[in-house]
């Protein structure tokens, strides 16, 4: 049954200021760098930098068109615990800049979250975004209402008894400074939670007009299957766009993604003139036994009466040994005029390996030119890779050549050597290219890690600015040699810092002056006294252990640093005990030592022992935890954003 609650506009939008208690933003975790694997050149975590760990919570107007989230609090255990309130950031001189605020009931569910600016004039915060939160007694999230001041923008979103929205409802002050409903989208969804329909009205002259139409459709696994697109021309549905897929159910191999593994995916466009659908273009693909793709075909068709002719067509084949090590690769493209297929690319793959086992080898690219008559033209070695690997399967060597016409010699264009330790980890990496036959130095890493596997330190290398170009070093293997660090000097320096088992910041330094300058860096001050149970938070906070203070650090210009602080300012309470929004699409279980995930897309799941230390961080819907110590732990889930906290115990 569709529940609803009416919220008084003029209520929440005379807060035109916010006066708060000194402030935070709450965090999801930082996490610690992953281990690496070739060919990436730096490690996976660090990469993507992880000084993310406090921001906002819950809906910024950002509504992924699937699935809504319904979590919007959670409570410690019974007993003692410190209740977020708010986070401030302050600047440089010390003076407040912006604030978090947030607000709890009497279960201490959070049920109002304020976004401020302050304003030094006044003295006091303004208010730049105010979230509401809307629940039922058993939990079950009714409401979210946004008020952007900043836009004169306000959205609420309603939602169904299961979690899922199903209205969203947009006003903006109009030139008498009054809010006035203008648009309005409402969701219908199937019984897991996906959306099917999405329908967008605006207001005219007083009556609700229909806008845009999206439908959506979803298999079993809730891979979407169907997305169709119209706008409203004030008398007819329009298309804009749709697309058809067909996804591939059997093993999938690591290299690939799990939105790639499609056995046809088809396109269509609008045909103005008949108001119908045509064929587009469309891709096929097929795979071997173990999830390796043979066969990648794609289609394409022409508008107008000859829609039902192929105009274009590529297709590619693959071939694998016993271990599926690609052996030979063709490519076709199809004569619409002769109704043939002609070769265009040729490679074949040579690998041989070592008694240690090491595996090296090459492939070499033949090019086909071909007329419009269908006739090749032209054959030529257009491209030659080859490339080793160590007795533990790590990519240590590679080297590109190439060619660009017939005729042309293969010239060298790229190299690039790796190394690793007895963990897999990558320690060092180099890369050059040819300028002029002459091979110049293009990029150095080296990499260091700690007892637990973190990477501590990465520093980055350039060519030296003497000119030196390491033209004297020829290949002469696939493992780094002493000629090959030659010519090299200093650019970046980041050193990355640790405890409790869980990342805490960073420092980042540049070469200048023959001496490691201050750049950037984020260092995170926990309490770790305080874990997952012991905190009442916002529900996406992902945190480990309570946060006081993130510092946030740049170089001052004289070789120290300046630091801009947010600080999160909390309040003993006693707790009761758990409580958590209801959602139908996510559900997290423990049974038989296995930790299970019911729908959602993106999971995040998050093991911690009782001393709040990371034991474990995984993206799977089923997680084996058997082989976790005997105890209690402390289990985080993230599902599509929504937040699960579970106490577990292994036997």
Not at 159 to 169: A, L, M, N, P, S
Not at 196 to 201: A, Q
Not at 228 to 240: A, C, K, L, Q, V
Request: glycine letters at 8%.
């Amino acid at each position: 049954m569709k529940q609803t609650m009416l919220l008084l506009l003029l209520a929440l939008c005379s807060l035109a200021t916010v006066q708060a208690q000194e402030p935070p933003t709450f965090g999801l975790q930082a996490n610690r760098p992953d281990r690496h694997t070739a060919p990436l050149l730096c490690p996976a975590d660090i990469s993507q930098d992880a000084d993310k760990t406090l921001q906002a919570t819950a809906c910024n107007g950002q509504i992924r068109p699937w699935r809504i989230p319904a979590t919007v609090a959670r409570m410690a255990e019974e007993g003692t615990a410190m209740r977020l309130d708010s986070i401030v950031t302050f600047n440089t001189d010390g003076t407040r800049n912006s604030l978090e605020a947030y607000t709890y009931d009497d279960a201490y569910r959070n049920f109002h979250h304020t976004q401020a600016r302050y304003n030094p004039s006044t003295d006091s915060w303004e208010a730049t975004t105010e979230y509401d939160y809307r629940l039922t007694d058993d939990n079950v999230l009714l409401l979210i209402s946004t008020l952007t001041h900043s836009t004169n923008e306000y959205v609420i979103y309603e939602y169904d008894d299961q979690g899922w929205c199903v209205e969203r409802r947009m006003y903006y002050k109009n030139d008498e400074n009054t809010w006035t409903e203008q648009k309005k989208t409402e969701y219908t969804h199937d019984e897991r939670g996906n959306t099917t329909e999405e329908m967008t009205y605006r207001l005219v002259d007083g009556q609700w007009k229909p806008s845009v139409h999206f439908i959506m459709a979803y298999d079993s696994n809730n891979r979407q299957i169907l997305y169709e697109y119209y706008t409203w021309d004030g008398s007819n549905w329009r298309g804009g766009y749709k697309t058809e897929w067909t996804w591939y159910d059997g093993p999938n191999p690591t290299e690939y993604s799990e939105s790639t593994r499609f056995t046809q995916t088809t396109t269509y466009t609008w045909d103005w003139d008949n108001n119908e659908w045509k064929k587009y273009d469309r891709g096929t693909r097929e795979y071997n036994a173990d999830g390796y793709t043979t066969m990648s075909k794609e289609e394409h068709w022409r508008m107008g009466p000859d829609n039902e002719t192929i105009y274009s067509a590529g297709r590619s084949f693959w071939e694998y040994d016993e271990d599926n090590i690609c052996q030979k690769q063709e490519d076709y493209i199809y004569m619409n005029s002769t109704d043939e297929w002609i070769q265009t690319l040729a490679v074949d793959y040579e690998w041989t390996y070592d008694e240690a086992g090491n595996r090296s080898g090459h492939y070499e690219e033949i090019k086909y030119d071909v007329n419009d008559n269908g006739e090749i033209t032209a054959k030529w070695p257009s491209a030659r890779h080859e490339e080793g690997y160590d007795a533990n399967g790590n990519l240590v060597w590679k080297k590109d050549w190439s060619s660009y016409s017939p005729g042309e010699e293969l010239v060298e264009q790229y190299e690039a050597k790796y190394t690793f330790d007895g963990a897999g980890r990558l320690t060092e990496s180099l890369s050059w290219t040819w300028e002029n036959g002459t091979r110049v130095n293009y990029g150095r890493y080296t990499y260091t890690y700690d007892d637990e596997g973190n990477c501590t330190e990465e520093t980055q290398y350039k060519a030296a600015s003497t000119g030196q170009t390491n033209s004297s070093v020829a290949t002469r293997g696939m493992f780094i040699e002493e000629a090959d660090l030659e010519g090299w000097e200093p650019y970046e320096y980041i050193s990355y810092h640790y405890g409790n088992g869980i990342y805490l910041g960073k420092r980042h330094f540049s070469w200048q002056n023959d001496d490691w300058t201050p750049r950037y860096g984020l260092s995170i001050e926990y309490d770790f006294e305080y874990t997952p149970e012991k905190l009442i938070v916002p529900g996406t906070w992902g945190d480990p252990y309570k946060i006081n203070v993130i510092h946030y650090l740049d170089a001052d210009g004289m070789g120290g640093w300046t630091l801009t602080d947010k600080v999160c300012y909390w309040t003993e309470v006693k707790a009761t005990g758990m409580a958590q929004a209801a959602t139908e699409g996510a559900k997290v279980t423990f049974a038989d030592n296995v930790l299970s995930v019911a729908g959602g897309t993106e999971v995040q799941n998050l093991v911690y022992d009782l001393g709040g230390r990371l034991v474990l961080s995984g993206q799977s819907h089923r997680e084996q935890l058997g082989h976790l110590a005997q105890g209690i732990y402390v289990v985080r889930s993230l599902v599509d954003g929504e937040a699960y906290t579970l106490k577990i115990s292994i036997e």
